[in-house]
């Protein structure tokens, strides 16, 4: 079984740009979230879709991020435009139902900023 | 506000010897602990589920135990290898879905 799947694994952008990154999560997993780190912070919660539904979204630092889940598969996340505190990893997560509660996380796009 | 603090930051052992990680919580009104391992530049790896309910969790060489009432948890890793090599975080679940990382701790098993 695919494990889930982030692309791109890097990015490299200039501030002002639009970057859109993208998220496959296991098939069948309901539940897809977005987290981040930034350069020597925790990791941090985004937000949370339940099939094609945002169901938290109370950790998107402001409107200039944006996501989507069309037709409760793939998730996409969109900063735009870009800056430079934007950088870090983004990581998302998948899990099947909330009773089964694991989620497992994908490999992470590395975004950098200039 | 839940926080979650994991020490020590940085460790290195030789290979061979048994260890211990903690993470501690500031509110103990937790749904579950689930610690994870992440190696560089890769994703992280689910190590361990604990219920709020449970006290403990094992897999291989590895314990994972839960005391909610201090806001502790311990992950002990028996006969360390350099394979072990890694960060290890902790994150803990509240009522919601999300989950709330510690910084981790990084580990080294040098032979």
């Not at chain 2, 350099?82 to 981790?104: E, H, M, N, Q, W």
Request: hydrophobic content about 30%; glycine content about 8%; overall charge neutral.
């Amino acid at each position: 079984e695919a494990g889930v799947t982030q692309f791109p694994s890097h990015s490299v952008i200039e501030k002002g740009q639009t970057v859109t990154l993208r998220c496959d999560p296991i098939s069948g997993h309901d539940n897809l979230y977005w987290y981040r780190r930034v350069m020597g912070k925790e990791i941090k919660f985004l937000l949370h879709f339940v099939k094609e539904s945002k169901q938290d979204e109370s950790g998107m630092p402001n409107n200039r991020f944006l996501a989507e889940r069309t037709g409760g598969t793939y998730s996409t996340l969109k900063v735009q435009p870009a800056e430079l505190e934007d950088s870090g990893v983004y990581f998302c997560a998948s899990s099947q139902n909330r009773a089964q509660e694991t989620q497992y996380f994908g490999p992470g796009t590395r975004l950098l900023v200039l | 506000k839940q926080e979650v603090t994991q020490i020590p930051a940085a460790l290195s052992v030789p290979e061979g010897e048994n260890l211990v990680l903690n993470c501690s919580f500031t509110d103990s009104a937790i749904y579950n602990l689930q610690w994870f391992r992440q190696d560089p530049g890769k994703g992280l790896t689910s190590l361990l589920l604990i219920q709020s309910s449970q006290r403990e969790q094992t897999s291989g060489r590895l314990n994972a135990s839960l005391d909610k009432s201090s806001g502790r948890s311990t992950l002990y890793i028996a006969a360390s290898q350099p394979g072990d090599s890694a960060t290890y975080l902790c994150a803990v679940r509240r009522g919601t879905d999300k989950l709330i990382f510690g910084t981790g701790t990084r580990l080294q098993v040098f032979p």
